[in-house]
């Protein structure tokens, strides 16, 4: 059975149901609604990574002693930890990426799109709740692995790298899941400066078809599948990574 078939099906059950799904049937508005998909997994699989390093980074720097690492981390912290997602965003692209573009003559030279400030705010906001939960984990770590490291000639670094921060990331892990689980809902902010992400898309839709209610349950089911798959994700990762008799 060919895919329009499929869809003129599917359109007509649910029109019996009372859900309209017509625009499913037309080129430009199913195309945008697809492309919606695709950009809200491509964020996804983008931040994760990026938040992932960024948090690593940030905790080493929250924990090397050093002031003149912690105290700017810190600050960094505190102040994306403490505001909304949305009004960073609104701010980033409305402030830094204007100032930016009068910085290289004009928004037609800046080559710094929504996109990027997407992925750079939301990566950054969740990076620094990693930040902290990695901290943690960190300062849990047995003081006696550290002076065991330590006495084998490991550097800082090395201590950081080969001790801490797997054992941290282990501890830490359930944390860092629901934090991945946050991270997945924020794509949405998106929508705010224009990024086609899912909820972008769909307000383009419903806005001609008055059909908010079908566009919304598709969209709850959407981010409780990719939610439910980070989170059996995590919970794989957390068996596989566990050290018996210590943390989880």
């Given at each position: 059975?060919?895919?329009?078939?499929?869809?003129?099906?599917?359109?007509?059950?649910?029109?019996?149901?009372?859900?309209?799904?017509?625009?499913?049937?037309?080129?430009?508005?199913?195309?945008?609604?697809?492309?919606?998909?695709?950009?809200t997994?491509?964020?996804?699989?983008?931040?994760?990574?990026?938040?992932?390093?960024?948090?690593?980074?940030f905790?080493?720097?929250?924990?090397?002693?050093?002031?003149?690492?912690?105290?700017?981390?810190?600050?960094?912290?505190e102040?994306?930890?403490?505001t909304?997602?949305?009004?960073?965003?609104?701010?980033?692209?409305?402030?830094?990426?204007t100032f930016?573009?009068?910085?290289?003559?004009?928004?037609?030279?800046?080559?710094?799109?929504?996109?990027?400030?997407?992925?750079?705010?939301?990566?950054?906001?969740?990076?620094?709740?990693?930040?902290?939960?990695?901290?943690?984990?960190?300062?849990?770590?047995?003081?006696?692995?550290?002076?065991?490291a330590?006495?084998?000639?490991?550097?800082?670094?090395?201590?950081l790298?080969?001790?801490?921060?797997?054992?941290?990331?282990?501890?830490?892990?359930?944390?860092?899941?629901?934090?991945?689980?946050?991270?997945?809902?924020?794509?949405?902010?998106?929508?705010?400066?224009?990024?086609s992400?899912?909820?972008?898309?769909?307000?383009?839709?419903?806005?001609?078809?008055?059909?908010?209610?079908?566009?919304?349950?598709?969209?709850?089911?959407?981010?409780?599948?990719?939610?439910?798959?980070?989170?059996?994700?995590?919970?794989?990762?957390?068996r596989?990574?566990?050290?018996?008799?210590?943390?989880?």
């Amino acid at each position: 059975m060919q895919n329009g078939t499929l869809t003129e099906l599917f359109v007509r059950w649910t029109g019996k149901l009372g859900l309209n799904y017509e625009f499913l049937a037309t080129g430009y508005e199913a195309q945008i609604w697809r492309d919606g998909f695709v950009t809200t997994i491509y964020l996804v699989l983008l931040l994760i990574p990026v938040s992932l390093l960024f948090g690593v980074l940030f905790a080493a720097c929250l924990t090397s002693g050093k002031p003149w690492l912690l105290a700017p981390v810190r600050a960094f912290v505190e102040i994306t930890r403490n505001t909304p997602t949305l009004v960073q965003l609104m701010f980033s692209f409305l402030a830094l990426n204007t100032f930016v573009s009068n910085l290289l003559g004009g928004a037609q030279h800046n080559p710094l799109t929504p996109f990027f400030w997407v992925v750079a705010v939301v990566g950054l906001h969740v990076a620094a709740l990693h930040a902290e939960a990695l901290r943690a984990g960190i300062e849990a770590v047995p003081a006696s692995l550290v002076e065991a490291a330590r006495g084998i000639g490991f550097s800082r670094l090395e201590i950081l790298r080969y001790v801490e921060v797997p054992l941290a990331f282990r501890t830490s892990l359930p944390a860092i899941v629901n934090n991945l689980i946050n991270l997945v809902k924020l794509t949405t902010v998106g929508n705010a400066i224009a990024v086609s992400e899912i909820t972008y898309a769909s307000i383009m839709v419903w806005t001609q078809r008055d059909n908010v209610v079908e566009l919304m349950l598709v969209i709850l089911a959407f981010f409780s599948l990719l939610n439910f798959i980070v989170a059996r994700i995590g919970k794989w990762v957390e068996r596989r990574l566990a050290v018996p008799g210590y943390g989880i």
